[in-house]
């Protein structure tokens, strides 16, 4: 659940910063953000608090909840909404990965990260350190591929996508990216995909073009296949045929996604 509402969060942050106004006016916009912040106390706090066992953890995130309330209420400026979310987003992503971390050392329906192969160690260590809510992301897909229960793979597809999104946006923010001489928005784009977030740090490191071109490939068909699981269609005469196809999918999604990240994180096996 928290893994929505930071989706959510992250889109409505990028919104509100990409207007041209100095207050924040737009009613709908406004409401969007009510929405938000309601959502957080009706649907996740709860499940939250239950799952860590304590509630002053929340005390900062609540506070944060509740001054965008204020902040809807009123004409205030936008510089004061994004900051608030800014902040918002990276409280909330440190929470996902305790909440996470609490049930992983539990286990999930006899599940749990204890059987972790190196690589998958090296990477969520290196995630850790440096990129937290992409930790949280890629930690939950594989507790999502461990649980043989499920019912749907969307989600799951999408973590191991979100991990290596945040982690191209970290070490290559659009700003940067942007600024190289000779860059294009790519068609139909506000701003740089994940293909050229990742040309963009594997050539400032004077890595081989067949390297960086692999890369790209591998970025390409994580978009594809991610994009292939979440739309498809599931019927009941053919859910469990589905069901096991998207899971296979999924793994295939996340050979690519860990094949990039050791390569972005210069992990050494």
Not at 72 to 80: L, V, Y
Not at 138 to 156: E, K, M
Request: charge should be positive; include cysteine.
């Amino acid at each position: 659940m928290l893994g929505d509402l930071l989706e959510r969060l992250s889109t409505l942050q990028a919104k509100i910063r990409r207007g041209k106004s100095v207050n924040l006016n737009d009613r709908e916009t406004r409401d969007s953000v009510v929405e938000l912040a309601t959502s957080y106390f009706s649907d996740c706090r709860e499940g939250v608090a239950n799952t860590i066992g304590q509630t002053d953890t929340l005390l900062p995130i609540d506070a944060l909840c509740q001054d965008l309330l204020r902040l809807s209420q009123g004409n205030n400026s936008r510089k004061a909404y994004v900051k608030a979310l800014g902040t918002l987003r990276k409280e909330l992503a440190e929470l996902n990965v305790a909440c996470l971390s609490r049930v992983s050392s539990k286990g999930i329906s006899g599940t749990s990260l204890s059987d972790l192969s190196k690589a998958e160690e090296l990477i969520l260590r290196t995630l850790d350190d440096y990129v937290p809510s992409a930790a949280a992301s890629y930690r939950q897909g594989i507790l999502d591929l461990q649980a043989h229960n499920r019912l749907s793979y969307r989600g799951t597809a999408s973590e191991f996508r979100e991990a290596l999104r945040e982690t191209l946006d970290h070490l290559a923010p659009d700003v940067q990216v942007m600024k190289q001489p000779g860059y294009k928005l790519e068609q139909s784009q506000t701003k740089p995909t994940m293909k050229q977030k990742v040309r963009f740090v594997l050539s400032s490191r004077e890595r081989r073009k067949t390297q960086t071109e692999s890369a790209e490939k591998s970025v390409d068909l994580v978009e594809s296949l991610t994009g292939d699981v979440t739309r498809a269609v599931y019927n009941r005469a053919s859910l469990a045929t589905h069901v096991e196809s998207a899971r296979t999918e999924v793994h295939r999604i996340k050979r690519y996604v860990d094949t990039v990240l050791f390569d972005l994180l210069e992990i050494s096996g």
